[in-house]
């Protein structure tokens, strides 16, 4: 058994800026979990293997296709009580965002350890009281913007202890609801 993450996969532009907030923040704290993750928005995780893991690739492929991509802004900082500091979508990307989170795990048909409702891009996780308050005097203002173009699967690395992308599947946008017609004559 493997075990796979599904997520939105930012640009190399967003994911190099979400790199060099971690390194800032990693020289005023050290290092803290997440440090060292490239930048995703998390949909939903789960264990399979390899014959499940194709049949679940086959179902996000299938639902991709109807998929149309779509811009996402992320421009505002937050954080959860457990410690996560984070970036947030403006309200009409959360709102696509989370639709299609939504959809994602009912499209697999499988159980799912996780699920996201919340999208949102980590800077840190488990951080304390004072490494939060650090984060906040470090960061003021975001604007962050990238095409949401598709989903990606991921398989975590024990080796490296780190998801390793797997493949993304774009969104096709096709609109062929009808497979075939008939003529009357």
Known sequence: MAKYSVVFHPSDTVIETIREFKEQLSTKIGWYPSKNSLAHVTICEFDCDTTTYETIKSRITAYCHYQKCFSVIFNAFGNYPNGA??????TESKAKMVAIMKEIPKQIQFHVNHKSSEPHISIGRQLSKEQLQIAYSLFKEVHLE????????????????????VETIPFNGSDDTVIGKWTLF
């Not at 500091?85 to 403006?90: K, N, T, V």
């Not at 095409?147 to 202890?161: A, D, H, M, S, V």
């Open 85 to 90: 500091f984070f970036i947030a979508p403006d």
């Open 146 to 165: 990238f095409l949401c173009n598709g989903i990606t699967i991921r398989k975590f690395n024990p080796e490296r202890k780190q998801y390793d992308i």
